[in-house]
């Protein structure tokens, strides 16, 4: 859309919807008041939410296969997909339910509306803290420490110099080197932040990565710029 990534533009929609809904249904269980005047808008409210954190979701998976982003983030962005999905049915099936019971004889038992609505108030109560916690995430992929850091990237004079062999050498977990396009890079903090997770990084250490990092990345600015961060030397013969 107008050049954009998708992705951002859904996830402000949801970062406001979701609470305001949540927050609008939580008031609407608690006090008869809000319910009468707002308990039809924030149930719409909390489901549009839900349907756009979906697409958030969705708009993520594609984003990441074309930018580096946090594994962190996107588990985060599937628990709340899960969680608002399942925050609106409760909260659909308390407004039955509580419809219901006001239209229902005295005496009536008011343990199923009661039940639900408590149900209700912790889901809406989660779904506000976990859109607090994913849009954190997404921030500071994009503007926090997960950037690569001007400066950080030694330079093609400065930068020692590693022969493949070497690089072979850091084939673990705890130490993974990799090369690419004639440079040499410690992959090591990167194996369980990457988005695709830990495994892709592991089958690189420790070779000559230049056509998987190439097949999968290309000429991308974000994967480029966070590879760069994390050059160590240059690859000589």
């Known amino acids: 859309m107008l050049g954009l990534p998708l992705h951002p533009l859904v996830v402000h929609l949801a970062v406001v919807a979701l609470p305001v809904g949540a927050l609008g249904v939580l008031a609407s269980v608690l006090w008869p008041k809000v319910r009468q005047r707002y308990g039809v808008l924030a149930l719409i409210t909390l489901s549009v939410g839900a349907l756009t954190a979906i697409a ?3 708009t993520g998976v594609v984003l990441a296969e074309q930018e580096t982003l946090p594994e962190t983030h996107a588990t985060f962005g599937t628990a709340l997909m899960i969680v608002s999905l399942v925050t609106a049915a409760l909260a659909w099936l308390w407004w039955f339910l509580e419809r219901r019971r006001d239209a229902a004889p005295p005496g009536s038992s008011p343990l199923a509306a009661m039940a639900s609505g408590a149900l209700t108030v912790t889901a809406a109560v989660a779904v506000v803290g ?12 994009v503007w926090g420490s997960g950037r690569a850091q001007p400066g950080a990237v030694a330079t093609e004079e400065s930068a020692p110099a590693y022969t ?10 705890e130490d993974c080197w990799a090369a690419v396009d ?6 090591t903090s990167w194996i369980g932040q990457h988005p695709g997770g830990p495994q892709r990084i592991l089958n690189l250490c420790g070779t000559d990565a230049t056509q998987a990092f190439t097949t999968q990345h290309s000429t991308k600015p974000r994967p480029n710029a966070q590879l760069a961060s ?8």
């Open 56 to 58: 958030a979701r969705l």
């Open 164 to 173: 493949l062999a070497q690089v072979a050498a850091h084939n673990s977990r």
């Open 130 to 141: 976990l859109t607090l916690v994913t849009g954190h995430s997404g921030a500071d992929a």
């Open 230 to 237: 994390m050059q160590v030397g240059v690859l000589v013969d």
């Open 182 to 187: 004639g440079k040499v890079y410690d992959l």
